[in-house]
């Protein structure tokens, strides 16, 4: 018999970034997302939604917003899966990040990268 309850999905991801529209950019460029929607953020400075038509990472700032962030704190990264690692590598280098790390094993390879706040992102190929 089948389960009655839906599965369930991650609908987005808060991040403070000090630059939420350089951040954006790099987003929208690698992922293939498109920018959902921009405004004021609840308690005081702003956000810009980027992603997909259900899920989408959101990029806040504010005057809290330093960049002073360690990798594990409070998280370790953030993973992507994209169809091309080579291109999505070509892009993350024309935003003038470094990728490091690339590593191929199971169950795909990938590369990591630091945005300019100092979090870890990893991007994924299955293919």
């Keep these: 018999m089948a389960n009655p309850k839906q599965l369930g999905r991650l609908e987005h991801a808060n991040i403070s970034v000090t630059d939420p529209d350089r951040s954006a950019a ?3 460029e690698l992922l293939g997302w498109k ?3 921009r ?3 609840m308690l005081g400075g702003r956000s810009i939604h980027v992603g997909a ?3 989408y990472v959101a ?3 504010g005057d809290h917003v330093k960049g002073e962030y360690r990798k594990g704190q409070p998280l370790n990264h953030i993973a992507f899966t994209v169809g091309d690692l080579d291109e999505a590598e070509e892009v ?3 935003h003038g990040l470094k990728p490091f790390g690339h590593d ?3 169950p795909g390879r990938r590369f990591y990268f630091f945005d300019w706040d100092g979090i870890e992102f990893e991007v994924v190929s299955y293919e």
């Design 26 to 28: 790099l987003l929208i």
């Design 35 to 37: 920018e959902r929607w």
């Design 39 to 41: 405004g004021p953020s």
């Design 53 to 55: 038509d259900h899920d």
């Design 59 to 61: 990029l806040y700032t």
């Design 92 to 94: 993350v280098e024309r």
């Design 104 to 106: 191929d094993y199971e």
